[in-house]
Structures are given as structure tokens and as C-alpha cells.
């Protein structure tokens, strides 16, 4: 029988991973936001538009990188982030 291989019985970085994604999904939350104000000044159903072509466009590359062990804090605050910032756009527009 083998062993198994050593980044499987590595315990898992809670508290790094945790402070990585909350950093990670404030800045995400603040591009987004500021992304989609600005645009929403111009047009809104444009700002709407282009933000999910945005997201759309980016979310295959980094879905990529949610099975490497560090990147998937980073991929899990961007999720969180973008979910944020869009609810903080609905926010302000009502």
C-alpha cells in the first residue's frame, strides 16, 4: 500500500486562508462597486452589462484555480467579493 502524498496530510491554514479571502473579497468588493457606480453614472443597463460580461469573462480562469491549495482562498474571496459588490450595487440603486 502507498502513502498518501504529503499536501494531503497537511492540516489546513484556517486562519491564513480565512485573512487571505477576507482581504481578498474586500478589494474585489470595492472594484466591483466602484466599477459599477461609475458606469451606472453613464448608463445603468450598461453598467449591468458590462459587469457581467466582466465576471463572466474572468470566472473560467480563476474557477481554474479553486484545486490549487493556496489559490483557492483567493478564488473563494473573489466569489464572495463580486457577490458583495453586486449587492452593494442593488443597495444603491434602490
Known amino acids: ?5 504529503p499536501e494531503q496530510t497537511e492540516s489546513t491554514p484556517w486562519t491564513t486562508g480565512l485573512l487571505v479571502s477576507a482581504i481578498v473579497t474586500a478589494l474585489v468588493a470595492t472594484g466591483i462597486y466602484a466599477f459599477g457606480a ?8 450598461l453598467a449591468v452589462v458590462i459587469n ?16 490549487v491549495a493556496v489559490w483557492r482562498w483567493v478564488v473563494y474571496g473573489a466569489i464572495a467579493g463580486v457577490a458583495l459588490g ?8 434602490i
Open 52 to 67: 457581467i460580461v466582466a465576471v463572466g469573462g474572468a470566472a473560467p480562469s480563476v474557477w481554474r484555480w479553486h484545486t
Open 1 to 5: 500500500m502507498t502513502e498518501p502524498a
Open 38 to 45: 461609475a458606469l451606472a453614472d453613464i448608463n445603468p443597463i
Open 86 to 93: 453586486w449587492l452593494g450595487l442593488l443597495a444603491s440603486a
